[in-house]
Each structure stands twice: as C-alpha cells, then as structure tokens.
C-alpha cells in the first residue's frame, strides 16, 4: 500500500479523502489542516464519507514529512498564496513524496514552466527523489487529455474548442468568484482573472500542450473578452445578493493561433444567474455547469461532460474529477523515475479494481 497524505480539506481536499479512501492501492496515512477548528477532527468526517477512517487531522506539517508518506495530494488553494503553495509543494517533493496537485498553474505544462518556478522544483527532485505531477479540471483534463483523446476520432481536424460553461453561484468559494472573477462588482472593477495575459498565464499551458501533441508551431496567443452587468438584481442561495448593473456573466478565450487563424481555443462562459447573456452558450438541460469539447473538421464531433457530487453539485463534481485524475495517477507515479510530469507523461488509466467496491 502507498502510504499518502491529504494536505488541505477544502473543495478539493474533501474529495481527496474519498479518493484516496477508496484506491485499492493507497493507504490514507494523514491528513494536513490550517485551520485550528480542524485539527483532531476524522479524515472521514472531513472528506464527508459518513464515517470514521481512524486518521485524525493535524497541522503539523514537519511530524507528517518526517514519516516519509510515499504520496501527498496538495489540496490547498494557490489562487492567493502561489508562493506559499509552491514551497509546501518544494517540501513535499524534498521530503521524497510523489506529489499530486491542482494548484501551481505555472506547472500544468512542464516544458514551458517559467524557470523561477520549474527550478527551485527540479532542485527539490535532485535533492529529495519525490516527484510532481500538476493537473485538474480546467485547466486540466477537460483541456488537455479529453481533446486529444477525441481528436484521435477523426480524419480531418479543423479547430479544437475547448468550453467550461458554469454558474458561479455554485462554486463554494465565494471571495474567489467576487473579487478575482469579479461577480457582482461594478463594471469598471479590474478583476484580477480577466487581467490583460493572466488567462494566458493560467491556460496557456494547455494550449501549448496540445499543439505539441497535435504537431503544429503556434504563431502567438491571444485573447477575447466580454463581459455583462446584471439586467436585475438576483438572489442567489449560496452567495447572497448580487445588484443590477453588476457584473453578472464573463465570456473569454485564449486562442492558439497557427497559421494565422484560431485552431485551438480555451473557452470559459461563466455566469452568476441563468438569466444574464442567455444568448452565450448554456450547460445541457438548463443545468449549472459542463464542460465540452468541439472538433471541428470531418466528422465534427461534439462532447459534454457533466459531473455532479455532494448533493449533486456540478461545482463538486469537477472538483471531484480533477482529484480523480490526480490521486489515480499516484501508483503509476510511484512507479516512474523522480520528476516533474505533466498530462502528455501520465496516462489516463481505467477504475482497475474499484467496480462495485464500497
């Protein structure tokens, strides 16, 4: 068994512990908490599974990589603490562990990481032997593995699109949705996501990732923006208020551009309420979220994910799935030399041994 540590219990770190929980292969040996009200508490209790795994929480970072655990799930957030996520991520990987994480963007694509974050990383590899492999959602496999998987149906390839369309009001993270996504801020409030080149920084990894699966040189990136105020004021029953006049929808794209034209484009439709830019693309069925390929070219082939948790949740059930391509890549991980990794190295591999398993 692959002893493996959960280090953070928010969105992600919740489906963690399932995922872990139920491997075959791994062995839930600890789990990492910042928050004081947390610590004692059962694994199962936090990652809500209805029960207890006997692993009680603790913020003691230096006793638990001092144990060696084989893997760690880095579950806590970057979005405001890059530089905090990046050295727990650094001391992981030095103390030896093969780590999994969502949270450094700037390591989805591992050749074209910006070198004040690639070295401090490779420099832990030589000097630890753990390992690191960056995924999640989107940007994740809905941008990276899905399309390419598809792409290998079809004869003629025109363009690669790659959508995320989803109301906010479901992603439990409200401060992140308000202030870096901007929801229910004026319109002429900066969000710092819609920032000139952040979603570049962000999912232009995976835009540069499937170039070099595809085979093409990409001329540049570039990107669109829209956004839209609120017709109304809206209430929402997670969040609260969001006034008229405030921005309610955001559409962008990031664009690789090979010969002069759009081919592989990263799509985010984003609302806080159904009723704003109802003439944007809209999740299947008037639900709250989805994730969908389109390849262009012949045939066209269309794909829509959707993915519910926790009380049918599609917020939850992204989550859930960036996890799931994280912590089923640990066994194969643990098996392959130390080193930074990305979706192009680590295979998508069947639920071997899980069919059924309660």
Partial sequence: MISTVVWGTGNVGRAAIRAVDAHPALDLAAVLVADPAKVGRDAGDLGGLGRCLGVPATDDVTSVLAARPRAVVYAASGDLRPDGALADIGRAVRAGAVV???????????RGAPP?????LLEAVSAGGGSLFVSGVDPGWANDTLPLLISGLGSRIDAVRCQEIFDYSTYEQEESV?????????MDYQPLMLAESVPTMVWGGQIRMMARALGVELDEMRETLERRALETTVTTSTMGEFEAGTQ???????????????????????????????????PPEGGAGAHRVIIEGRPRIEVTVTATDEGENRSAGGNATAVGRLVNAIDWLTEAKPGLYDALDVPLRPAAGRLGRT
Avoid: K
């Fill in 248 to 282: 309610g929808a955001v559409r962008f794209e990031v664009q690789g551009i090979v010969d002069g034209l759009p081919r592989i484009v990263i799509e985010h439709v984003t609302r806080i309420h159904p009723s704003c830019a109802p003439d944007w693309p809209a």
């Fill in 100 to 110: 999994v994480t969502a949270s450094v963007y700037g390591m989805y694509d591992v």
């Fill in 178 to 186: 308000r202030n870096l996504v901007g929801m229910g801020r004026p």
């Fill in 116 to 120: 004040e974050i690639r070295d401090p």
